[in-house]
């Protein structure tokens, strides 16, 4: 269960701000970053990061509503303060879900994102209706361009009228595991403005070259995944072809992959954790969260340096996930009654 925090400022931490860790103060209030003289909370020996940002978990079935809190719990566990489930579900089914989400108050932002076949073929009447219900990111499943057709031969008119209603709702949509350059380049004229897991260099480097977002999983980076000859999400974020990494339904490859990518160096940390926090977030139009500024979403991850795991999130002022020592330091010197379940 969520806690509202009373307004704090949180002090002797390594806090992230303009991309580099600074000895300062962070001040919380009504769930945002504020300033202001306020009660001190003493983070001494932690590292404060903005929340992670992750584009899409994926869910292996439409959850139920009382889903919801567990999946938060798992997600805020592993820093994530906002996600974007998920799912290969029939568009029609996906009320139930939006409705749900609809009715949550407080806690991570959590939202669902459609995953569409090849031939997807729901009704625009019905897309609008989900939108009207917070539907905002889609994405196509990638089928590999054939040659010798034209784009206009390829595009089906049911595919042509998802993109034309995405557009005009305003739903963000992209293309799920490009295999080449042609197959990007199809999806691009179609209007899909972001690759999701490109399957080779080739694909990614095109929808870098025509300004498109590339987003990769963070499992790749692992060891475990290096060993199953997964794809080099590291060659891409080296070479500038990686604009964010996703969890893929594994919310603790987030903050690792981060780790693995910085080589276990905290002065290297800010740049790679801006690929799970601030380019997510701008990626997705989000102005107010993926950075510990004035005014913004207090969105919040305190990590322990030493054994770079998460002991507590707060999501929108609300502390979604704490343990061991920064738990005790959040609540311990806390009056009672100034904290409110959610």
């Not at 202001?36 to 992670?52: A, F, H, K, N």
Request: proline letters at 7%.
């Amino acid at each position: 269960m969520s806690t509202y925090l009373p307004p704090m400022r949180l002090m002797g931490a390594q806090i992230l701000r303009n991309g580099q860790f600074q000895r300062r103060s962070l001040a919380v209030a009504r769930g945002r970053i504020t300033k202001g003289p306020l009660p001190e909370v003493d983070l001494s020996g932690y590292l404060v990061l903005p929340g992670i940002v992750d584009l899409h978990c994926a869910l292996p079935s439409l959850p139920r509503p009382q889903d919801l809190p567990r999946l938060d719990e798992r997600l805020a566990s592993h820093g994530v303060t906002t996600a974007w489930l998920a799912m290969e579900a029939q568009p029609s089914r996906m009320e139930g879900v939006l409705a749900a989400l609809g009715r949550r108050r407080g806690g991570s932002d959590l939202r669902a994102k459609l995953v569409l076949a090849p031939e997807p073929g729901p009704d625009p009447d019905l897309l609008r209706l989900l939108e009207a219900q917070g539907l905002d990111f889609a994405v196509f499943q990638s089928q590999p361009h054939r040659d010798g057709d034209s784009a206009a031969a390829l595009f089906s008119r049911d595919l042509c009228r998802l993109a034309e209603t995405f557009d005009a709702l305003g739903i963000l949509y992209g293309s799920l595991g490009d295999v080449d350059a042609e197959t990007r380049e199809y999806y691009r004229m179609l209007g899909a403005r972001i690759a999701e897991q490109p399957r080779t260099r080739a694909a990614a480097a095109t929808a870098k070259a025509m300004n498109d977002a590339v987003l990769a999983p963070a499992g790749d980076l692992l060891p475990q995944a290096r060993m199953r000859e997964a794809v080099n999400t590291a060659r891409l974020v080296a070479e500038g072809l990686c604009d964010g990494l996703i969890s893929g339904g594994m919310p603790a490859t987030l903050p690792d992959a981060a780790w693995m990518l910085a080589s276990g160096a905290i002065n290297a940390l800010p740049a790679t954790w801006d690929l799970v926090s601030r380019k997510p977030a701008e990626i997705m139009g989000l102005t107010d969260r993926g950075t510990l500024d004035h005014g913004k979403r207090a969105d919040i991850v305190v990590m322990n340096p030493a054994t770079r795991r998460v002991e507590a999130t707060i999501a929108a002022g609300q502390l979604t996930f704490a343990t061991g020592m920064a738990a005790q330091r959040l609540l311990q010197k806390l009056p009672a009654n100034s904290l409110a379940a959610e």
